[in-house]
């Protein structure tokens, strides 16, 4: 019982953080397409502001992709490419949850198949580098004489912090040039 209660701590603390990290990772993806960079701290900072906003939304997203998700695969993807500027538009422009979500489904409006595809582009490409990296990590230790459980508690708890750090980090630089893209098709939409 205690370690269920321990280990659930632990996950909700991780999913916190990765959702702070993401919501900084959107602030310095569109300071470095600006041309002024911010340095980890900084973007840390700024994400320190409205990170409960941002928590809300990113709940409110998530529960919205599940349903659609659950009543088939089609109202899920529909639901998370149509809401898919809304992190964006809440970090950067100042929106408030409700206005975000509604400028990103017009922003999206009849441009989800090419968001669909941007998106699996990137899906596809983050698969193969995780796997080819895994396989790479799993041959250096099989070289250097590890066990089969040494190696698995390495991978689950080195490797995959990692990836899923690194893809948190991708995804918010990903949605955020995204998000820049769409501005330029409907500023007046997006624009703060």
């Not at 899906?123 to 990296?133: E, K, P, Q, S």
């Not at 990836?163 to 997006?190: C, D, N, Q, Y």
């Amino acid at each position: 019982m205690i370690a269920s209660l321990i280990a659930l701590f632990f996950s909700l603390a991780m999913s916190l953080a990765a959702c702070f990290v993401h919501y900084a990772a959107i602030h310095a993806a569109d300071r470095r397409l600006s041309g002024t960079p911010l340095q980890a701290v900084q973007a840390l900072w700024i994400a320190s502001r409205r990170f409960w906003d941002y928590l809300a939304m990113a709940l409110l997203m998530g529960f919205v992709v599940i349903v659609g998700m659950l009543m088939l695969l089609i109202p899920g993807l529909f639901a998370w490419i149509a809401f898919s500027l809304a992190l964006p538009a809440l970090a950067l422009r100042q929106f408030g949850i409700s206005e975000s979500m509604h400028a990103s489904w017009l922003a999206t409006e009849g441009r989800r198949w090419r968001l669909l595809g941007i998106w699996l582009v990137y899906a596809v490409a983050g698969f193969i580098a995780l796997v080819c990296v895994g396989l790479l990590f799993a041959a250096l230790f099989h070289l250097l004489g590890l066990g089969r459980m040494t190696v698995q508690i390495l991978m689950v708890s080195v490797m995959d912090p990692v990836f899923t750090g690194a893809s948190i980090v991708v995804t918010g630089a990903v949605s955020t040039t995204v998000f820049r893209l769409m501005e330029l098709e409907e500023p007046e939409i997006l624009a703060a």
